[in-house]
């Protein structure tokens, strides 16, 4: 909408020069998209401590039976907000709004997205639907209680009165929108604005699953935010559309929503596979093992993601369940094409385990627990054994933080010194995978046990007699450590702002163009870009004699010694 | 500058392996501990012990591939460390076999699992014509009612709420046809040593059998959350011989409706 | 995203328009630069074709937008052949609308793609052979600051809000997008910055 405005010759207007742009008017008014990719992800990390410390109340209350550290209420509207704020407010855009308005006109070689003002837009509707979300807590009777799902009948205006679910419904409906704009402006930057040679199938393997990401965003969002409003509509105007009483379908609000939530799903994930994707290459010095089955088997997870939704429905009783459940194992398929690349890619390698690796790899283990169990809930009459307990909970958390926490971390720790041009410290974010990685198993593990013996979600209270104590104890600290270690990574952040080390352009030895220019970019990016001949300019232009590198090339007195661990700098 | 063999020796490459391997014994014992120390129901009916045997392969199925990958993973991480600055590993792209191999066994091992899904969950669904004993089941906010189809033609009902856990009874070895509805908002009939969960949704009809093949009290509960008190939507079912699943039953309150 | 914006070769190497200072492209090296001076810290000044490995060997030149478009054309594929299984074995209704609804919205801009890049001039970034001089030029203006986005998503918050406590919300929010939409154009006619 602002393309032809945007094609007229800029004003002869003087622009501020770089260095005098701060301060409170220019984080309003700038457009660029480094400064709204650098605002969207602090605010999402702020929304992921928001998120996790509802997660640490969430595990006081049930370290104990029979607790009352939190009131019932307290404790349905403490996860219900839990789910969405890490859902809708973290997971989705620190990925597809943060990292991808950084890094993906870097690696294609453009000076912006390709709607400044609408990438604008599109963070002040979500900081404005992230800002309502959290101070619904506020308002009389408090925030939304009935789950991140907000099941009809459940969410309607008799069984959930009050503005905090009304707040609830607008919210969504911002970020949603938020969301859309994002998606519209990733497709068109990555489709119109790459740089002379940057064909798609050169695209950073990154971009690529920020491109599907953001088709699997204008497939999802419409339909949850056209649910939203017939949500809002039922609650407010006596509609009927979910309400058997007046002519409607409860049934038609769990389509609908899954129809958007399962694509959610991998609209969290497939950015996280695509940073991945970026950092074991660079950490292997190999190129990425099967760059086009990588492609394939993105799109093949995001055509299949749209077809499954109603594996969610399993135990509705009226859904076709052999359908569903032959698609949703299928995408076991191209999952593992992907895991099976990044191993190849790490096979024979060179691999250096700087922290971006280390969380990469990390990643690999657990998401790897949260795939297979997966496919056992893609089997209908396992989930009618599993369905809405502790299983369900485990797996989707192991996923989730598989993907935002161990992914996620890996891209920031990888793109923070080109972001700040500074280095973080590397024993700290170690430090900080370290800890979040004993308590994510300890979390994750003695929650599936506890769903195998019959523990439902969402429960706030049980007793001791149920025999759920010591896992729930485990539990708890589990995600206690996963909440300390996070106090490593803002220690390294204030470390690394108080005590600047310069990072220089390419730290880490990196391919793709986002490493040819300064750390951080200049305003639009860049002076200059390498010849782009592969999806590694940067690497081909800093290595021209290891393109046809058939074999190992390791200076001989390397070999010869005794084990050969030599760890380099 | 030239190319150098593989300079990981034979003498590396054992000093690698003899560090990786018991990692990997212990790790797959771990593992294994894991899941068979899981102590998961086995199903008290005959659908749910179904439902446990398909686990139960799944769960094989899946520790297995997961031990190989992870393998795969730990040994990439222990034997392809970079040994120097200078060391430059092959700049392979692809390898057209082996991307086809990890593109059909997957295919194929999910082609198998299907297979035992579709037989394992037409068998659970199914309903027999000539149930022994029809009952319906009635979720509401907090709690449940469990309502008999006497042979006589009358009614008799069981209220569970949480002022007071009640306890149903189904007759051991026989089928139990159960039509579940709601009166509000979605729950699900959950009874985890069944190893078995439905919805009860309004404008729904969910109808399925139950068929007891073990004596017992077991606690079942509301799974699907649904507002305020969903915890306290407990509630027992008492499995009995069916002689004395009848004087039970002969006993109970009829509904004056 | 409509394919007219941005692409090079529309905008065109025209000699005349020179890149336009903080709104064109800066990153072209510009025809009578030698591409060996590369400013950037780190990269080696090698001439590109040493990197002609066998995987680099096939210098394919796409159509205009056609791999675009058969992204967006594989989705509306796969959708309608995924509806067509899911209604003949379900005969269920919402979700048979959401896969075709879903099919269309690839069809749509899969088939424009298409259609747009047979029209076209090649365009360099379709070329696995194109020298970044080809891209040479404006490749569209980016206004580097404006507040009216800032302005539209506080009316569009108010707005929501008014959904909740009320219509009073709904003046203010409403004043705010009106007079941002306003704004925004004035400030596109204009061209410049606020």
């Known amino acids: 909408m602002t393309l032809l405005a945007e094609r007229r010759p800029a004003a002869p207007h003087e622009e501020p020069h770089e260095e005098h742009r701060r301060g409170l008017l220019y984080w309003l008014t700038s457009t660029d998209h480094k400064v709204i990719g650098k605002n969207y992800l602090v605010t999402t990390t702020i929304f992921l401590l928001c998120g996790g410390l509802m997660a640490m109340f969430i595990r006081v209350q049930l370290f104990w039976p029979n607790s009352h550290f939190t009131t019932q209420e307290t404790f349905n509207q403490l996860f219900t907000m839990h789910g969405t704020v890490m859902l809708l407010l973290f997971a989705g855009p620190f990925a597809f709004a943060g990292f991808a308005n950084y890094i993906v006109p870097l690696q294609v070689g453009a000076p912006d997205m390709a709607f400044p003002r609408l990438n604008a837009l599109s963070y002040w509707l979500f900081l404005s639907g992230g800002i309502i979300m959290l101070s619904s807590f506020l308002v009389a009777g408090g925030a939304a209680s009935f789950g991140w799902t907000a099941y009809a009948p459940l969410s309607d205006s008799l069984n959930s009165p009050g503005a905090g679910a009304d707040l609830w419904v607008v919210s969504l409906f911002l970020t949603g929108f938020s969301a859309i704009f994002s998606g519209i402006n990733l497709v068109a930057t990555t489709f119109a604005l790459r740089a002379p040679g940057m064909t798609m199938f050169r695209l950073p393997i990154f971009t690529w699953n920020m491109l599907v990401t953001a088709i699997l965003i204008l497939i999802a969002f419409p339909v949850l935010t056209s649910a939203l409003v017939m949500l809002y509509f039922d609650r407010h105007f006596h509609t009927h559309i979910f309400e058997v009483a007046g002519g409607g379908a409860p049934i038609l609000w769990q389509h609908l929503f899954w129809f958007f939530g399962h694509p959610e799903v991998y609209i969290l994930a497939l950015p996280y596979f695509g940073i991945v994707s970026d950092i074991i290459p660079v950490f292997s010095r190999r190129p990425l093992f099967g760059y086009r089955g990588m492609v394939f088997a993105t799109l093949t997870i995001a055509g299949l993601s749209t077809g499954v939704w109603a594996h969610h429905m399993f135990t509705t009783g009226v859904v076709l369940l052999p359908f569903f459940s032959a698609m949703t194992m299928l995408i076991a398929v191209p999952t593992g094409i992907k895991f099976f690349s990044w191993i190849g890619t790490m096979w024979r390698g060179a691999i250096q385990f700087k922290s971006p690796m280390v969380w990469a790899v990390g990643f690999l283990v657990v998401f790897l627990a949260g795939g297979l169990s997966g496919v056992i809930l893609a089997s209908p009459p396992l989930d009618f054994y599993t369905n809405n307990t502790y299983f369900i909970v485990a797996h989707f958390h192991e996923v989730l933080i598989g993907t935002t926490i161990f992914g996620g971390f890996a891209g920031l720790y990888f793109w923070y010194p080109k972001m700040t041009g500074r280095m973080h410290r590397e024993w700290l974010a170690n430090a900080h995978f370290g800890l979040a990685f004993i308590g994510f198993w300890l979390q994750t593990t003695p929650q599936y046990v506890a769903g195998l013996h019959g523990m439902p979600r969402r429960i706030a209270i049980y007793q001791p007699s149920d025999g759920w104590t010591s896992l729930n104890r485990l539990s708890s600290i589990g995600a206690w450590c996963i909440g300390a270690s996070f106090l490593f990574f803002l220690w390294n952040m204030w470390i690394s702002w108080r005590k600047p080390v310069p990072a220089g352009s390419n730290p880490w030895d990196a391919g793709s163009l986002e490493w040819a220019t300064s750390s951080p970019p200049p305003h639009h990016n860049f002076h200059s870009i390498p010849p782009i001949r592969s999806e590694r300019p940067v690497w081909d232009a800093n290595h021209p004699d290891l393109a046809e590198l058939e074999e190992p090339r390791i200076p001989a007195e390397v070999g010869s010694g005794p084990s050969g661990n030599g760890h380099g700098s | 500058m030239t190319v150098a063999p593989d300079p990981s020796g034979p003498r590396a490459r054992r000093s690698i392996r003899s560090r990786a391997l018991p990692g990997l014994a212990l790790l797959a014992l771990l593992l294994s501990g894991c899941t068979f120390h899981m102590e998961n129901y086995t199903g008290a009916t005959k659908q749910g012990h179904l439902i446990y045997r398909l686990f139960q392969g799944f769960d094989i199925v899946a520790l297995a591939i997961g031990v190989f990958v992870w393998a795969l993973i730990f040994w990439c991480i222990l034997a392809y460390r970079r040994r120097h600055r200078e060391h430059w590993p092959p700049q392979t792209h692809h390898n057209l076999p082996w991307e086809v191999a990890y593109t059909t066994i997957p295919v194929l091992i999910v082609g198998v699992l299907f297979g035992y899904t579709y037989v394992a969950e037409n068998s659970v669904n199914k309903v027999v014509a000539n149930p022994d004993n029809v009952m319906t089941i009635t979720a509401f906010q907090w709690g449940w009612k469990f309502d008999y189809n006497l042979p006589d033609g009358g009614k008799a009902e069981v209220i569970s709420d949480p002022n007071h856990y009640g306890t149903f009874e189904l007759p051991d070895n026989q089928v139990t046809r159960v039509n579940l509805v709601t009166a509000d908002v979605v729950h699900e009939f959950d009874v985890p040593e069944f190893d078995f969960e439905r919805y009860a949704q309004s404008g729904v009809v969910n109808t399925f059998d139950l068929t007891p093949t073990k004596t017992g009290t077991f606690i079942g509960r509301c799974a699907q959350f649904c507002g305020l008190h969903h915890d306290l939507m407990i509630f027992y079912v008492k499995v009995v011989q069916p002689a004395q699943f009848q004087t039970w039953v002969q006993q109970l309150e009829r509904p004056t409706t | ?194």
């Open chain 3, 1 to 194: 995203m409509a394919p007219d914006d941005g692409t090079p070769e529309d905008a065109g190497p025209s000699p005349g328009e020179g890149p336009l200072r903080g709104a064109g492209r800066h990153h072209s090296v510009a025809a009578d630069e030698p591409t060996a001076s590369h400013p950037v810290e780190g990269l080696k000044s090698e001439p590109h074709h040493r990197v002609s490995g066998h995987y680099h060997s096939q210098r394919k030149v796409w159509k205009g937008y056609r791999v675009e478009a058969w992204v967006y054309l594989g989705v509306a594929a796969f959708f309608v052949v995924v509806c067509a299984a899911y209604w003949f074995t379900s005969k269920e209704r919402a979700g048979s609308v959401m896969l075709i609804l879903t099919a269309f919205l690839g069809f749509l801009p899969g088939a424009y793609l298409y259609w747009w890049g047979g029209h076209m001039h090649p365009r360099p970034e379709d070329s696995e052979a194109a020298e970044l001089e080809e891209g040479a030029g404006t490749v569209g203006a980016f206004p580097s600051s404006s507040i009216w986005p800032f302005v539209m998503g506080t009316g569009a918050a108010f707005t929501c809000l008014a959904l909740v406590f009320g219509a009073w919300w709904g003046v203010l929010g409403g004043a705010l997008v009106v007079g941002c939409l306003v704004g925004y154009t004035l400030e596109s006619r204009r061209g410049g910055y606020v």
